[in-house]
């Protein structure tokens, strides 16, 4: 039975702006109250799905949420009508609304972790939404996270849903963000790799000075026996602290993995050496053969790697077992990094190719290509069991760019979240979305 790895991309939402909310990344923090473009953001990420589609890849949609969160505000005090509540986060606690505006859902790698049914104890395929407890702004997604996953892929011989970890700090979650698989082919049993940043009571393990390490290792286990992973199918690394303090704040900032390959900077994680060593030994003896490539500091700083994001990339397989690369704009614009790049293409790595992609509104924001995507290992029967609604397809895109060509604003700054009007707009967006995707009811205005 053949098994693909389908990308669900995160589709980005009407409110799409700078709010500068999350400490430790440096672009989001970089570009804070800048005025920025939906309408462009949304039709730059379907041109990537778009394309890839083409490319032969397999291709999903991930919908956003409704912003601004009401119900969010309503919790911390604010009362009245809809717009009433808007008004008065507005005039009383201005960053609890721009939080609640926040479309940084559309990254979703953060989303959940995902184990193929290859790997777990019951062979199903299982999903854990990420609780996201180290931002309020991103805190907030989970509920409708899950539901949203729950329309996608909703039956239940097939998959398997957990709620979020317990939102606090001992248990951070970020998702597939720092999350990885290895396998010598998707349908095969393979090993999961869990990046934590710090141990929430386990004080051997160094942490960060600076900026937060949002993925503990007991999250990480968490959601290893939630998904029913034996231990011989999983490895666990720490991220260096140092590179946190650097702006690298998730693991998909400094390495990326598919496949029997490891792609990283090197001074990425501690241990590394007994990290590979055990990455070797376990895929081995499922079969696979584990390959790593260093990026060494001498040729791309940590700095290069954070402001290019060369590392936030889809490594995809191709049905020749080569990889594809897939890069935003600002590797071609950092001469370091590019020079890398056209050099690893020569080498003979597995890495052939590497293609571009503009994908500047996201960046801005601190989301690169790997940001936007969720990769699920899914089988012929599985894929088949997949709400058909996301699976990209040229009618379903022409829909969608359509679809936000009627919806989306092509300027938002920070004083248009206080409009109760762009609510609406939302809402009714995301009301015909639903119907688009085949989704149901998902939403809090659509059920309460």
């Not at 949304?42 to 919908?63: I, N």
């Not at 141990?199 to 390490?213: E, V």
């Amino acid at each position: 039975m053949k098994s693909y790895e389908v990308n669900f991309d995160g589709l980005v939402g009407p409110t799409h702006n700078y709010g500068g909310l999350s400490y430790g990344n440096v672009a989001s923090q970089s570009n804070s109250q800048q005025g920025s473009n939906p309408k462009e953001a949304a039709l730059q990420g379907l041109a990537k799905m778009k394309a890839l589609m083409e490319m032969g890849f397999q291709q999903g949609v991930l919908a956003p949420q409704e912003r601004p969160d009401v119900a969010a505000l309503r919790s911390l005090g604010f009362a009245g009508t809809d717009a009433q509540v808007i008004q008065q986060a507005a005039k009383q606690a201005m960053p609890l609304l721009v939080a609640s505006c926040s479309a940084s859902s559309m990254w979703v790698a953060n989303a959940a972790t995902v184990s193929p049914s290859a790997d777990t104890a019951d062979a199903r395929v299982h999903f854990t939404a990420a609780n996201l407890n180290c931002k309020y702004h991103r805190s907030i997604e989970h509920p409708t996270t899950s539901r949203v996953l729950g329309a996608m892929f909703a039956d239940q011989k097939h998959f398997a849903h957990h709620a979020a970890l317990p939102a606090v700090a001992q248990f951070g979650d970020e998702g597939a963000a720092n999350h990885t698989r290895f396998c010598r082919e998707y349908g095969q049993a393979g090993v999961e790799f869990f990046v934590f940043g710090r141990s929430a009571f386990d004080t051997r393990y160094p942490a960060p000075q600076k900026y937060p390490a949002r993925q503990t290792l007991e999250a990480s286990q968490a959601v290893a026996r939630l998904h029913g992973l034996s231990e011989e199918g999983v490895v666990y690394a720490q991220q260096n602290p140092s590179v946190i303090d650097q702006g690298v704040f998730h693991n998909d900032v400094i390495a990326v993995g598919n496949g029997e390959v490891l792609f990283y900077h090197e001074d990425a994680f501690l241990e590394t050496e007994k990290m590979l060593a055990e990455l070797q030994d376990k895929l081995g003896k499922r079969g696979g053969n584990f390959q790593s490539i260093c990026v060494p500091r001498s040729q791309v700083t940590v700095e290069d790697a954070v402001r290019s994001y060369l590392f936030n990339s889809q490594l995809l397989s191709r049905a020749d077992g080569s990889m594809l690369l897939i890069v935003p704009e600002e590797c071609r614009s950092n001469e370091r990094v590019w020079q890398y790049l056209q050099n690893l293409t020569r080498s003979g790595s597995l890495i052939r190719e590497v293609k571009v992609f503009d994908l500047k509104q996201s960046m801005q924001n601190g989301g690169g290509p790997a940001c936007l995507r969720l990769r699920v290992a899914l089988n012929e029967t599985e894929l088949a069991a997949v709400n058909p609604g996301v699976i990209m397809t040229a009618p379903l895109y022409d829909t969608l760019t359509q679809w936000v060509g009627k919806h989306y604003r092509d300027r938002l700054s920070e004083s248009d979240l206080v409009d109760p009007q762009l609510l609406l707009e939302c809402r009714t967006a995301l009301d015909e979305l639903t119907q688009i995707l085949k989704l149901g009811a998902v939403y809090p205005f659509q059920i309460n």
